[in-house]
């Protein structure tokens, strides 16, 4: 069972237990926390976080870290098949004296990182390696994740998005479908081993790190310039802007795009939009209309008259709005007596439209309206019947609507009628 995250003090106390399962419940603002020191280091062989960690969409915020040594980023030394998925650090400012230094992680071998992003971040070391999601990155499988407007400040082994990649062992190693977009401090740099995407790729014993479908802003990395000869490909702005950009993507569940670069959809926390038909059903009752004589050898007339099934609709979509109405033309009942003093009766039975709307945006907006028109009865005898004394009557129910919300139920009830909505 994963232990749950929500407060800095509890972040920082995964420290503790660098093996278990935790899972944020929530963004977390570290601003008030100050110095924040790195989750895991390997300042000793226990000293690693092995354990899985998911954000559940939510962010690391305002964190500050400036450390005196190596291995240094939110997570400081990740190993040993660990995993962190679905998490964002934001608005980070990392920095050490030592080597080793990235926004999410520092140093991670043997891992899976998944979902993951860094945003608005400073990530600097006086010495080398640095980038701006993971700094070293070895034989790991990195997958849909990004930076964005971050800055990398390191002498050598700079990388926008990893700053030292290699493979060991015939281990599988890639890095895919993620993109970076940032800048290197070039007043600092003492060599050319820097990139757009990833500063320095190590071919150790032959075994090369995969990249594929990985992309990098050239307009804002200043240059066309990158480590990878496969696998990593300059764009200009306008083109990160493009879904056709990125090949292989998944826009349907993993990604979003609009109009500027891509975004992972975990991480957004709002009711998607969209559009969902239901039917429903309203049926009206019949209304009787009841014609009697008083005269004992007179009949009793009764005419029905029934008003077939309305279809509704109710249609949620981006602002959630739910309609119905219903309308019913009018509707004519003729009685004609059959014995020698002929009389006629005619009711007529009249119901306006029936219409409700209900309309939910950020701040819910609940309007209802119905009504119903005139109902008409009418008797006509055709000559005088001087000994009977005929009359016509319509009973009407009361009509109620209600409108109710989780579930959104709405009805109409006309003697008596209904027209139910759920959602």
């Not at 899985?52 to 690391?60: A, E, Q, T, V, W």
């Not at 500050?64 to 998490?87: C, P, S």
């Not at 990392?94 to 998944?114: E, F, H, M, P």
Request: proline residues 4%; contains cysteine; glycine residues 8%.
């Amino acid at each position: 069972m994963a232990t749950l995250i929500s407060t800095p003090q509890e972040l920082d106390n995964i420290r503790n237990n660098l093996s278990a399962t935790y899972e944020l419940t929530n963004d977390i603002d570290m601003s008030g926390w100050g110095n924040f020191q790195p989750i895991g280091n390997y300042i000793t062989s226990s000293d690693v976080f092995t354990g899985h960690f998911d954000g559940k969409g939510y962010k690391i915020t305002n964190l500050t870290i400036n450390y005196t040594g190596n291995r240094v980023g939110l997570f400081g030394a990740v190993m040993n098949g660990a995993e962190i998925k679905n998490l964002g650090v934001e608005n980070a400012n990392v920095s050490t004296d030592g080597v080793i230094v990235g926004a999410l992680v520092g140093y991670g071998k043997n891992i899976t990182i998944s979902n993951c992003f860094g945003k608005n971040c400073s990530v600097k070391t006086n010495t080398h390696t640095a980038g701006g999601l993971i700094g070293y990155s070895d034989t790991n499988s990195i997958t849909d994740c990004f930076v964005s407007n971050v800055n990398i400040d390191s002498p050598q082994r700079n990388g926008v998005f990893v700053g030292f990649a290699q493979s060991n062992n015939n281990a599988t190693y890639n890095i895919s479908n993620s993109y970076a977009v940032g800048t290197i401090n070039h007043n600092t740099l003492t060599n050319t081993d820097y990139g757009g995407f990833v500063g320095v790729i190590n071919k150790n014993s032959g075994y090369v790190p995969q990249f594929t479908n990985c992309y990098y802003d050239s307009n804002v990395f200043g240059e066309q310039k990158d480590s990878a000869t496969s696998g990593v490909i300059p764009r200009t702005t306008e083109e990160m802007k493009t879904q056709s950009s990125y090949t292989g993507w998944d826009f349907t569940d993993i990604w979003a795009i609009n109009n500027d670069y891509p975004t992972l959809r975990v991480f957004d926390h709002s009711v998607p939009p969209q559009t969902v038909t239901q039917n429903v059903s309203s049926f009206i009752s019949p209304i009787t209309s009841n014609v009697q004589a008083i005269h004992p050898n007179r009949s009793i007339i009764n005419v029905v008259s029934d008003v077939s099934r309305i279809d509704s609709k109710a249609i949620r979509g981006a602002n959630t709005s739910k309609y119905t109405k219903s309308f019913i033309l009018p509707f004519y009942g003729d009685i004609q007596a059959n014995n020698k003093r002929v009389f006629m009766q005619e009711v007529s039975s009249y119901l306006a439209s029936l219409s409700s709307s209900v309309t939910t945006q950020k701040q819910a907006i609940h309007s209802l309206i119905s009504f119903v028109g005139h109902i008409n009865g009418k008797s006509v005898s055709i000559f005088p019947m001087p000994e009977i004394n005929a009359y016509s009557y319509f009973i009407t129910n009361p009509t109620n609507t209600g409108v109710r919300f989780d579930p959104t139920n709405v009805f109409f009830k006309e003697n008596p009628s209904f027209m139910e909505v759920k959602e």
